[in-house]
């Protein structure tokens, strides 16, 4: 079997990317500037499935995935987060967070419906992120 993302994120997230590890996907909710890291392995759904050597990897890419959104977002704080209880296959939450934002300083999850970008907004933030994270 390969690779295949869940039909979830797929529909609520744009696709930014590959780099060597994860699929790069934006999440489409305006309200925060949100990454999502999917370990491209088939059958992954918990962080201790991944082979060491690809925890380290996506442990670098989170890393780059932060690091743009701080830059990208003037971000006060970088949260990164696993859940997967509504989504099994693996992935991590990679959010942009500043003093003020909608849920500050709660948790982004159970904040409402997504307020989902506008055609030229998620263009403009796939292309930010594909420059930022060398894509």
């Known amino acids: 079997m390969s690779f295949a993302l869940d039909e979830r994120l797929e529909r609520d997230a744009f696709f930014v990317g590959d780099l060597t590890l ?16 999917v370990p491209r392995r088939e059958g992954v759904a918990e962080l201790f499935d991944l082979e060491p050597v690809d925890r380290a ?5 989170a890393a780059l995935a ?3 959104l701080e830059r990208h977002a003037r971000a ?7 859940l997967g ?6 992935h991590l939450h990679v959010v942009a967070r500043t003093v003020g934002d909608p849920a500050w300083p709660g948790p982004v ?8 970008h506008g055609e030229a907004a998620g263009q403009a933030l796939i ?9």
């Open 66 to 68: 932060a690091g743009f």
């Open 85 to 90: 209880n509504v989504v099994r296959q693996f």
């Open 22 to 37: 994860c699929r790069v996907l934006a999440m489409n909710d305006a309200r925060w500037p949100w990454l999502i890291l």
């Open 109 to 116: 999850w159970g904040q409402g419906g997504a307020a989902p």
């Open 76 to 82: 006060d704080k970088i949260n990164i987060g696993a």
């Open 57 to 61: 990897r996506l442990i670098e890419e």
């Open 127 to 135: 292309a930010a992120a594909k420059q930022g994270l060398g894509l």
